[in-house]
């Protein structure tokens, strides 16, 4: 009897060791293939909608964040919005973009299933954020194509009156050493 006990108790044991494991195995990480970004290039301090298909089971939360960047560096204010499922397993939701020097972003998913966050950074998409096109800024100084200055009228800027000044100066300076 003892015998019979024991191999019943050895017999659960590995029944639930290995449903365990099973359990393990079916539990599948959420995923996603790539997030669609529209409009694909957008324009600063407008807004961004992203859409995202994601696999995985008991997806309760999708935060959708963004980074916006510019040449030199990145902002600290990383956005995080709510994503709404709009159909089965489609996510969307809406950034409004903050900076007017921003050239570029960064966006990443995090993902709430069976109540565990997952941190999709390291598999961020960069896309890239183009000046207003309404104001005809040129994206780099909004001087419009000016020559010098910021007052937008093509007009030469003082850089320009100093290279006449120089020019001036070293010609007089080569003249009076030329004629001694």
């Not at 003082?158 to 007089?172: D, G, K, R, W």
Request: charged fraction near 25%; aromatic fraction near 8%; proline fraction near 2%.
């Amino acid at each position: 009897m003892k015998k019979i006990l024991k191999n019943a108790f050895e017999i659960t044991i590995i029944a639930g060791l290995m449903l365990s494991m099973i359990t393990n195995v079916i539990a599948v990480d959420p995923s996603y293939q790539d997030i669609t970004i529209a409009p694909e290039e957008p324009t600063r301090e407008s807004e961004v909608t992203f859409t995202v298909e994601i696999e995985g089971e008991n997806i309760t939360e999708v935060r959708v964040r963004v980074e916006e960047c510019n040449d030199i560096f990145c902002y600290q204010d990383i956005q995080n919005e709510s994503m709404t499922n709009t159909q089965d397993n489609i996510w969307e939701g809406t950034v409004t973009l903050l900076h007017d020097d921003t050239t570029y972003g960064t966006v990443w998913l995090e993902i709430l299933s069976d109540e565990k966050w997952y941190d999709f950074k390291e598999s961020g998409i960069e896309f890239d954020v183009v000046a207003s096109s309404e104001n005809g800024d040129d994206g780099e100084n909004g001087d419009n194509g000016s020559n010098g200055g910021n007052d937008g009228d093509s007009t030469p800027g003082f850089e320009l009156i100093l290279l006449v000044i120089s020019i001036i100066v070293a010609f007089s300076i080569y003249k009076k050493k030329r004629i001694r």
